[in-house]
């Protein structure tokens, strides 16, 4: 029999629990080998030592500190059980909303005010377009695009610029009498910058003062109402739609008077419809032309 | 919750003990075995019944166990010193071993040497000291070690030669074990 065979079964050995045949060989095995025989003697009082081991019982209020511990644990569990997925989910979707709307609800607002400003190259190229001769062809183009405008009107966004062509054969003298003092105070809320530039055709009868006015050109307005870039402007735009609204009723009396007036505004969607219903009115109103986003008011001659 | 009273009751002590053969002080084991009992509390639903109960119980506590002494903080409690070099009697700080409650009977000297003994066991690998101390302990069977620790029983046996031989070779120079 072989050392580490041995080894195994000396347990077993000492307790007897080994067939009568194996008993012998080992201990034929431990009557040769010493270093079996250390192993063999160690084994022996080792659990000769340990037998006399005590059982410990555990303490009186065991059961008691148990529950304790349950409850303890059971609280904590409860707590965390508060912050479950379902409502962690939900925490999060609204850290999601109030975060998109913190970052990209500014951007937008940005992006509107960016719209109501009127770039000067605009100005320069609604001017040049007006003057041309192949406008007045357009102009003179009966409407039938309703389909179209409405189309545009719900697409684009909500501001659009109005360029108001007007032509008319009055005198210089009266166009200014009922335009300027007209003019929007700028307590309103908005800037509002006026020029004007007509050309006047000659009436036959004319006094020496309207004939020195005469050779002028007298433009009659580009209006430029820059919105302060601000979010907190927002309100200022209200104002400025409000300030849209009540210049319908004085940009009609312009029309009214003017000659070739051509009014660059830009208008909220909501005060454009007014604006034209109220132009409708007049019956001044030769043709609405509505571009990409320029819409083109021209008046009957 | 009665029911649950009622196997508190029934183990209670067997879990302290084994717990207490593992850790070595009576606090320490107090402690793990509520811990077990909280632990089989709230996982009693996943109890499939696919072992004995006892087997359940005993294979939560010695992983219990096994986790405690693998942690850091109980490592740092333990005093730890070599049993070649035991300190000298006039040492001004003497070796605290843990809950021997030494008496000055005739006992003494026995209880010194099964002190002596467990302190070697503390200083063997974890599994080694699992296998020691279910099998000569608990005296636990091999079947009953071989379910708990899932090990196979040639497996078994060849451990836990390995680790009487360590063992052995700790023990002989401070008790005179080779007679």
């Known amino acids: ?8 079964l000396l347990e077993d050995y000492i307790n007897h629990n080994l067939p009568e045949e194996q008993m012998h060989n080992i201990k034929q095995h431990l009557g040769q080998c010493e270093q079996c025989q250390k192993e063999y003697q160690f084994l022996k009082k080792y ?8 059982v410990r ?4 209020n065991f059961l008691a500190n148990v529950h304790a511990k349950i409850d303890e644990t059971q609280a904590r569990k409860n707590f965390w059980q508060f912050f479950n997925l379902r409502r962690m989910e939900f925490v999060g979707a609204v850290v999601v909303g109030v975060v998109i709307l913190l970052f990209v609800f500014p951007f937008q607002t940005h992006q509107v005010i960016q719209n109501t400003t009127v770039p000067e190259k605009t100005l320069e190229t609604t001017k040049k377009h007006t003057q041309s001769a192949k406008l007045k062809k357009e102009i003179l183009r009966p409407v039938k695009r309703s389909m179209h405008q409405k189309k545009l009107i719900a697409v684009k966004s909500d501001t659009y610029k109005i360029v108001l062509v007007v032509k008319r054969k009055v005198g210089p003298q009266e166009a200014f009498k009922s335009a300027k003092p007209q003019l929007p105070s700028k307590s309103s809320g908005t800037h509002v910058f006026y020029k004007s530039k007509a050309k006047v055709a000659k009436p036959l009868s004319m006094s020496s003062s309207v004939k020195e006015e005469e050779s002028k050109d007298v433009e009659i307005l580009d209006k430029v109402i820059p919105v302060e870039q601000n979010r907190k402007q927002m309100t200022q735009m209200q104002n400025f739609s409000n300030l849209i609204s009540s210049l319908s009723g004085q940009t009609l009396a312009v029309l009214k ?6 009014m660059n505004i830009r208008l909220p969607m909501s005060n454009y419809q007014t604006f034209i219903s109220n132009l409708k009115k007049t019956g001044t109103i030769q043709e609405i032309k509505i571009n990409k986003d320029t819409i083109k008011i021209i008046n009957k001659e | 919750m009665a029911s649950f009273d009622e196997l508190v009751m029934k183990y209670k002590d067997k879990i302290f003990n084994l717990c207490y053969n593992f850790l070595g002080s009576e606090s320490e084991a107090e402690d793990m075995a509520q811990d077990v009992f909280v632990k089989v509390y709230h996982s009693l639903k996943s109890f499939k019944g696919l072992s004995l109960f006892s087997t359940w119980l005993y294979r939560i ?7 405690r002494l693998r942690s ?3 490592r740092r409690t333990q005093k730890q010193f070599s049993l070649n070099q035991p300190k000298s009697i006039d040492d001004a700080h003497p070796i605290e071993i843990s809950d021997m409650n030494f008496s000055p009977s005739q006992q003494a000297e026995r209880k010194e040497t099964l002190c002596l003994i467990q302190n070697a066991i503390r200083s063997l690998p974890i599994t080694m000291q699992t296998l020691i101390i279910l099998r000569d302990f608990e005296n636990k069977s091999y079947e009953e070690i071989m379910d708990l620790t899932g090990l196979k029983l040639g497996t078994l046996k060849s ?4 680790a009487r031989e360590k063992l052995r070779s700790k023990l002989q120079e401070v008790l005179n074990f080779e007679m």
């Open chain 1, 1 to 8: 029999m072989k050392c580490k065979q041995v080894n195994l």
């Open chain 1, 47 to 54: 659990q000769q030592t340990l037998k006399k081991v005590e």
């Open chain 1, 57 to 60: 019982k555990a303490p009186q």
């Open chain 1, 257 to 262: 008077t003017a000659t070739n007036t051509i």
């Open chain 2, 61 to 67: 506590t010695v992983n219990t166990c096994k986790n």
């Open chain 2, 72 to 74: 850091l903080s109980f």
């Open chain 2, 159 to 162: 451990k836990l030669a390995r």
